[in-house]
């Protein structure tokens, strides 16, 4: 088996505000090439324990070679983090929790995955564990106009969505979308000439991100483990949150902000009903992005942002 490779972003800043200490317990929700995972491990002498979580078995399989007692691997969509961490160490709680929302370069790469559209291949974008009804092809071929104009409007927020599902609908009826470059093309037939030249991005980026984020319910999930997140958190622990995306940056900054206020109630309302109490401080006021140095050596790295909260 060839290298899971993936350069992890941020790190630096990861390790800088999580700050592990000797004999703490820390969670990498998005485990990829293990670069969190190892060097969290690494500062602290071997003298923690990180559980690694991923989705895509080929992560977990490349980082049983890493042969570490104390990285713990586990198989499974991190938006069942609390009965992950509750198998592995009970009731106790942890110090603190790293993800990483981006594609590895190893998914990007893979040919087979159909994630990228510089490459043809079959339309898979399966980071692992995706059901029957989520499969791109059966978004593409089975779902109404309507639903994947939806889909490609709000998670790719392409404003031609409604022209691309057109297509998409009018291209199915006479043949099956199977491939990569079956799309790009019905994509490249949608959308006005302008908009195919002098771009910053390819044509047909935020359409391929759309199909990707529905399919494998990125943000539902990322909704999901946000609370369990926080609630597994021993305090002073840090959660610290790397996205990609301007939606996912947008969930994790809405509920940062949520959690920590102590008062929930409009304004009008002079006395609180809510009762509820924050729970976390935020401690970067302002996104954590990569220096100049990273983008030039990883061009990926360069849509990324990063948040870090505290429990308090």
Same mark, same amino acid.
């Given at each position: 088996?060839?290298?899971? %490779? ?13 700050? $592990? ?9 998005? *485990? ?12 602290? =002498? ?15 399989? &490349?980082?049983? %070679? ?16 609390? &009965? ?37 291949? $079959? ?16 978004? *593409? ?15 790719? #927020?392409? =404003? ?36 195919? &030249?002098?771009? %910053? ?19 539902? &999930? ?63 006021? %302002? ?9 030039? #050596? ?15």
């Amino acid at each position: 088996m060839s290298d899971y %490779k993936h350069k992890s972003v941020l790190l630096d800043e990861v390790l800088e505000y999580l700050n $592990p200490k000797k004999g703490q317990v820390f969670v990498d929700c998005t *485990l990829g090439g293990a670069g969190y995972s190892l060097s969290i491990l690494e500062k602290v =002498q071997d003298d923690a324990l990180v559980i690694g979580i991923d989705r895509d078995k080929l992560a977990i399989d &490349n980082a049983k %070679k890493f042969a570490k007692e104390n990285l713990l691997l586990v198989n499974d969509n991190f938006s069942n983090l609390e &009965n992950i961490i509750k198998d592995k160490i009970g009731n106790k709680k942890v110090n603190g929790i790293v993800m990483d929302l981006g594609l590895s370069s190893a998914q990007l790469d893979d040919v087979f995955r159909g994630f990228s559209f510089l490459k043809d291949a $079959p339309l898979s974008m399966e980071m692992g564990g995706n059901e029957e009804d989520d499969k791109v092809i059966n978004i *593409l071929n089975k779902q109404s106009e309507r639903s994947i104009f939806e889909i490609i409007k709000n998670y790719g #927020e392409e =404003q031609f969505a409604f022209c691309i599902a057109r297509g998409i609908v009018e291209f199915r009826k006479n043949e099956e979308i199977k491939t990569t470059q079956q799309l790009v093309k019905i994509i490249e037939s949608a959308v006005p000439f302008f908009y195919k &030249n002098n771009r %910053k991005i390819h044509f047909a980026t935020k359409t391929f991100q759309a199909l990707r984020i529905a399919s494998n319910r990125e943000l539902e &999930n990322l909704s999901k483990i946000l609370p369990q997140a926080i609630d597994l958190l021993e305090k002073g622990g840090r959660l610290i949150i790397v996205s990609f995306h301007s939606l996912e940056d947008r969930i994790v900054k809405n509920y940062f902000r949520k959690e920590a206020r102590d008062c929930l109630c409009p304004v009008e309302i002079p006395i609180c009903c809510c009762e509820h109490r924050a729970q976390i401080k935020i401690i970067n006021k %302002k996104i954590i992005i990569p220096k100049q140095k990273e983008v030039k #050596e990883n061009k990926r790295s360069r849509s990324a942002k990063m948040r870090v909260a505290e429990k308090i």
